[in-house]
């Protein structure tokens, strides 16, 4: 196959799959072994809008999918993420630092977003740890835009590892920078919370022992004024004795085997659904739920969400009823 050849068979494929080519116009330093990547659309697409808290799958060329929050507020010429080397990762950040240039095309899908910015006038009290600054950025970027109050509790080991660190320090005294170097955390969030005025609404984004001090620091929050977004998985997929699922629309039936999970099902029987992170963090995979009661794994849902039931995450839930009816 001729390479133009296979890049039109590349981007039948994005098409087929929904998803969205671009170009990587630009690369520049933000912190420490952290790099923001600008992409632009090919042929002079229109990108999808999207609200300050998305984020996207990136689909890289040694087959790797990763998702990332994106960093800047809608422009509608470009889309900006930042991407954190990580020795312990999967591969991805790594492979993305050490091959991508700038001019490579990729395919990326739409905008999503779990970690929507409350859009009342309340005051916003942000927390962020390391790479979790790029929603949280992009978010006070919007609150600046439309006027809001807003402050930033930014929690990095060391000075080189602040993003943004020119903008925050104009900020003043709304954008507290925390660092820990080897010593404990110096940031106390409870403390932060207790003074906050009535209303405020809380956004958290870090890695998971912040997120821990995050939600016991706001247990006595109202539940709809606390935000927050995971990097990765926190509770192992179901490994349930097996169950069947019944996919309405397409009129199949599959046994889920022990170990296995409803996607991996529901694909060796042909039924393509869409996915992306196989770990419950990212969406792509939530599905309606007809009939059955699910065993949720997922950290997308809200614990209301996941009592009704309504929809779920195939790549990792299972089933607490024999049988689960799905509309695939």
């Known amino acids: 196959m001729t390479a133009l050849a296979a890049s039109k068979e590349k981007a039948r494929t994005a098409a087929t799959e929904g998803l969205i080519e671009v170009r990587l116009a ?37 087959g790797m999918t990763r998702q990332y929050s994106l960093a800047t507020p809608f422009s509608g010429e470009s889309y900006v993420i930042g991407v954190k080397r990580d020795p312990a990762s999967r591969g991805g950040s790594t492979f993305i630092h050490d091959h991508l240039r700038v001019g490579h095309q990729l395919s990326i899908s739409s ?24 929603p949280i950025w992009c978010m006070i970027s919007e609150l600046e835009t439309a006027g809001r109050s807003w402050e930033l509790h ?13 903008k925050l320090a104009a900020a003043g005294l709304r954008a507290r920078i925390y660092l820990s170097g080897d010593g404990p955390p110096v940031l106390d969030m409870s403390s932060v919370i207790d003074v906050a005025p009535p209303g405020s609404h809380f956004y958290c984004c870090g890695p998971e022992p912040m997120l821990v001090a ?15 977004e995971h990097f990765s998985a926190t509770v192992v997929a179901s490994q349930d004795t097996g169950f069947k699922i ?31 992170c196989k770990q419950g963090v990212c969406g792509a995979c939530e599905t309606v739920v007809i009939d059955g009661t699910p065993d949720h794994r997922d950290v997308i ?7 009704s039931n309504k929809t779920m ?12 009816v799905l509309d695939i």
């Open 26 to 62: 630009s690369i520049s330093y933000l912190a420490d072994q952290v790099t923001l990547l600008e992409f632009q659309p090919l042929d002079g697409q229109c990108l999808p809008d999207y609200a300050s808290g998305a984020h996207l799958d990136l689909h890289l060329p040694n």
């Open 111 to 134: 905008p999503r977003n779990h970690f929507p910015l409350h859009s009342g006038r309340e005051h916003a009290v942000l927390f962020a740890g390391g790479i979790g600054i790029t």
């Open 154 to 166: 930014y929690a990095v080991r060391e000075r080189r590892d602040v993003a943004f660190a020119r």
């Open 214 to 228: 995050f939600k016991s620091a706001c247990s006595g929050i109202p539940v709809a004024n606390v935000h927050f």
């Open 246 to 276: 019944i996919a309405k629309r397409t009129g199949k039936e599959v046994i889920v085997p022990p170990g296995g999970t409803i996607l991996e099902a529901l694909n060796a029987a042909g039924v393509e659904t869409a996915s992306s």
């Open 301 to 307: 849902l809200s614990d209301a969400e996941k009592a």
């Open 313 to 324: 995450m195939i790549c990792c839930s299972g089933a607490k009823s024999p049988s689960l």
